[in-house]
């Protein structure tokens, strides 16, 4: 069957780092995204990976890791506004997106 | 407007009623999608529209009904629904390729309660 994990919830400091996992079994893999959803609001796009390695954008990277079925999400220099949900999807062997149930996310002061 | 637009954005209805929820894209787009998010649970995908032909129907119950009647519009329309159908309904349209990477954009969603 088709899986992903990922944490339901994480907390963290205002100004700290974290990093939000991924892990993923599906049929076919064209790539993973990572998606921001704050509450009440649409999800929006973070970032794309289909090679192995890192893909820095700002003060935020996402790595990958295709042969480990893994992926996460690094954010720097936490601010308050980044309290949202993060939504991990595997874009399948017919290009749809599986979904993970998101990371919510909470920074603390 | 820009983007992906929804309407409404909250919804009550019983169980009886008919409605429609409506969504707008403005990115020139040609796939279009239906998603139901329900709390602590990965979106489920619906229905895939590309090229205004339904390419996916993941065994959503016949309650509900899709129709694009372009490339820039979708419906969702809703008749005898149950409580447990009480969700954010999420619109989103993307640019297929053919190849890997399409990003998908989302409307604001419809929040549908159920009584």
């Known amino acids: 069957g088709q899986n992903i994990d990922q944490p339901t919830e994480m907390t963290a400091t205002e100004g700290a780092i974290v990093q939000i996992n991924c892990t993923y079994q599906t049929s076919g893999f064209n790539g993973l995204f990572w998606y921001q959803q704050h509450a009440g609001e649409a999800p929006t796009f973070l970032s794309y990976?289909?090679l192995d390695g890192l893909e820095e954008k700002g003060r935020f990277s996402s790595f990958l890791s295709r042969s480990k079925g893994y992926s996460y999400l690094l954010l720097k220099e936490l601010q308050m506004k980044d309290s949202a949900s993060y939504l991990c999807?595997?874009?399948?062997?017919?290009?749809?997106?599986?979904w993970g149930a998101g990371t919510k996310l909470i920074i603390k002061p | 407007e820009t983007g992906v637009t929804q309407t409404p954005r909250h919804l009550v209805m019983g169980m009886t009623n008919k409605k429609s929820l409506k969504c707008e894209q403005h990115l020139g787009h040609n796939a279009m999608y239906w998603y139901k998010q329900s709390a602590k649970k990965p979106l489920e995908l619906m229905f895939v529209?590309?090229?205004?032909?339904?390419?996916e129907n993941n065994s959503v119950p016949s309650r509900f009904s899709p129709e694009c009647p372009n490339s820039s519009h979708l419906f969702l329309h809703l008749h005898t629904l149950q409580p447990e159908d009480s969700a954010l309904y999420l619109c989103?349209?993307?640019?297929?390729?053919?190849?890997?990477?399409?990003?998908?954009?989302f409307g604001p969603g419809t929040r549908l309660t159920v009584l």
């Open positions: 529209y590309s090229l205004e032909e339904r390419v």
């Open positions: 989103a349209s993307s640019r297929q390729t053919g190849q890997g990477g399409n990003e998908q954009f």
């Open positions: 990976n289909v």
């Open positions: 999807a595997v874009e399948d062997s017919n290009y749809q997106l599986i």
